[in-house]
């Protein structure tokens, strides 16, 4: 069936540093993938989208690009920042009435 | 412009009860979708309600149920409570369905924990 599968959490960094959370996907057709972010005490917010191979998603400078060959769609920020700690959500979905979650990793950027 | 808003934020039930959630989607927005997330994971699709109808359901028992009212505010309710159903429940309103376009705004969750 189909189903996202993201790296292992909690993620600490510190501020200014590289960010790579992995996403891979397993999937009978062709979804469009998300990253939703959660902060702490809130609901989830759509941070990027894509809806076909190829295309790069991006917003509050993070990226990620569907992979289609590698069933990927990693999340990158070039520098992280205190406010970016949370949880991040990869998906799919193939219709946008049922979407399909990964477990969620945390990330923590220290000052 | 009022985000999704939901009721209770916390719930405390025991094994065997009955629980109503409540949801008010996003204004303008005629779609709501329900997931549990489970402590440490990530939400799962409950079912979701489009136009007063159930147009799509995830893989849970008939005794989660669910309504839509003409305003597009919804209720989810779970019967014969038992305690796997403890989770944070969250709610997801979006304006249509069946596409990906359509960006589902989710409110901050209702969290039920049955003893």
Request: net charge negative; aromatic share 12%.
């Given at each position: 069936g189909d189903s996202v599968t993201q790296m292992e959490g909690p993620v600490t960094l510190s501020e200014e540093a590289c960010l790579t959370i992995n996403?891979?996907?397993?999937?009978?057709?062709y979804p469009s993938l998300f990253w939703y972010v959660q902060y702490p005490g809130e609901g989830l917010q759509l941070l990027l989208k894509a809806t076909k191979a190829d295309d790069?998603?991006?917003?509050?400078?993070?990226?990620?690009t569907y992979r289609k060959e590698t069933t990927s769609f990693h999340?990158?920020?070039g520098s992280v920042q205190v406010s970016d700690s949370a949880v991040y959500f990869c998906a799919l979905t193939y219709t946008g009435n049922q979407f399909y979650f990964g477990t969620g990793t945390s990330l923590t950027v220290i000052p | 412009?009022?985000?999704?808003t939901q009721s209770p934020t916390h719930l405390i039930k025991t094994r065997g009860q009955q629980v109503t959630l409540r949801c008010s989607s996003q204004?303008?927005?005629?779609?709501?979708?329900w997931y549990q997330q489970a402590l440490g994971q990530g939400p799962q699709f409950i079912f979701?309600?489009?136009?007063?109808?159930?147009n799509g359901r995830g893989n849970?028992?008939?005794r989660f149920s669910g309504l839509q009212f003409p305003n597009y505010s919804s209720e989810l309710n779970v019967n014969a409570l038992e305690l796997d159903d403890s989770a944070l429940y969250l709610c997801a309103s979006s304006l249509g369905a069946g596409s990906p376009y359509n960006e589902q705004f989710f409110g901050p969750g209702t969290r039920l924990t049955v003893l």
């Open positions: 996403c891979t996907y397993t999937a009978t057709g790069k998603g991006s917003n509050k400078g993070f990226e990620a999340l990158e920020k | 412009e009022t985000g999704v204004s303008g927005h005629n779609t709501v979708s979701q309600y489009y136009r007063e109808e159930e849970f028992p008939p």
